[in-house]
């Protein structure tokens, strides 16, 4: 019988791609949490395929919340000289 795929691996992964469109802030973190919930279940229990896909969601994971930590960086100090040179 073939392996299933851990659906924390599948979630992280959908998590890593969907936070480059849409409110990275939010799903570049849910992508690592996942990834580190399946790793969890790994070390558990070794009978579910997704390590791969756990790794591509945490990997995206932490991309996109740079990404964005940097963009909010950025506005900040935008704003911030902005009010200053006003």
């Not at 990404?67 to 006003?86: E, R, T, W």
Request: hydrophobic fraction near 60%.
């Amino acid at each position: 019988m073939e392996k299933s795929y851990n659906i924390h691996a599948l979630l992280s992964l959908i998590f890593g791609i969907v936070g480059f469109f849409v409110l990275g802030i939010v799903f570049g973190p849910l992508a690592i949490w996942q990834s580190n919930e399946f790793n969890t279940d790994f070390a558990a229990d070794n009978t579910e395929r997704g390590k791969d896909m756990a790794l591509a969601g945490k990997v995206l994971g932490w991309i996109v919340t740079g990404i964005c930590g940097l963009a909010i960086v950025c506005v900040i100090l935008i704003y911030m000289f902005a009010l200053a040179f006003a």
